[in-house]
T-cell receptor
Framework: GAVVSQHPSRVICKSGTSVKIECRSL??????MFWYRQFPKQSLMLMAT?????????EQGVEKDKFLINHASLTLSTLTVTSAHPEDSSFYIC??????????????FGDGTRLSIL | GENVEQHPSTLSVQEGDSAVIKCTYS??????FPWYKQELGKGPQLIID?????GEKKDQRIAVTLNKTAKHFSLHITETQPEDSAVYFC?????????FGAGTTVTVRA
């Protein structure tokens, strides 16, 4: 159980292109989804938190107009990197958690998207 | 915000030996402490978690201990196997989000 699917796994595109990454919870309803960025040999850096049906909450220093997040349903969130440039090249990972009013639910992660901007 | 420190950054053990990774956190309000294993090119996989109302939890060869007074928690892997080689992350948080440690690269020597 608790499977999170992330697509695509790898994207290579030209500078100026916008790239959309999908994150789906396959066997549970994800009331909250998270988007992280990970640089080589480093930890996960939280970019934003999204709750179904509401606007995403971005971490300090993350440009919301650059990284558009949509969480339109309980099983799908998307991250769009707009007008991507080489400095946006990174490993992007989503996670999802279900809702439990009495205890924290774990975050379950997708397998990430390797984004390379030429 | 929450600050999580993780040690060591790298750990090499002989197959069959134990591995211990330690983390400290700063926010006394944190009440949830998961551990993740990340293999190369993959996303982190939850391997065990502990909540603040217990001091220890075990799942086969993996155990986690929590000391809320000292604000530290540890991961113990016994009888290590080559497939345990990976990067391990501790995390600390509450109802909304997690803060992650810097990671420990574990190498199990055959």
């Amino acid at each position: 159980g608790a499977v999170v699917s992330q697509h695509p796994s790898r994207v290579i595109c030209k500078s100026g292109t916008s790239v959309k990454i999908e994150c789906r919870s396959l066997d549970f309803q994800a009331t909250t989804m998270f988007w992280y960025r990970q640089f080589p040999k480093q930890s996960l850096m939280l970019m934003a938190t999204s709750n179904e049906g509401s606007k995403a909450t971005y971490e300090q220093g993350v440009e919301k107009d650059k990284f558009l997040i949509n969480h339109a349903s309980l099983t799908l969130s998307t991250l769009t990197v707009t007008s991507a440039h080489p400095e946006d090249s990174s490993f992007y990972i989503c996670s999802a958690k279900g809702q439990d009013f009495y205890s924290n639910q774990p975050q379950h992660f997708g397998d990430g998207t390797r984004l390379s901007i030429l | 915000g929450e600050n999580v420190e993780q040690h060591p950054s790298t750990l090499s053990v002989q197959e069959g030996d134990s591995a211990v990774i330690k983390c400290t956190y700063s926010d006394s309000a944190s009440n949830y402490f998961p551990w993740y294993k990340q293999e190369l090119g993959k996303g982190p996989q939850l391997i065990i978690d502990i909540r603040s109302n217990v001091g220890e939890k075990k799942d086969q060869r993996i155990a986690v201990t929590l000391n809320k007074t000292a604000k530290h928690f540890s991961l113990h892997i016994t009888e290590t196997q080559p497939e345990d080689s990976a990067v391990y992350f501790c995390a600390s948080g509450g109802a909304y989000k997690l803060s992650f440690g810097a990671g420990t690269t574990v190498t199990v020597r055959a």
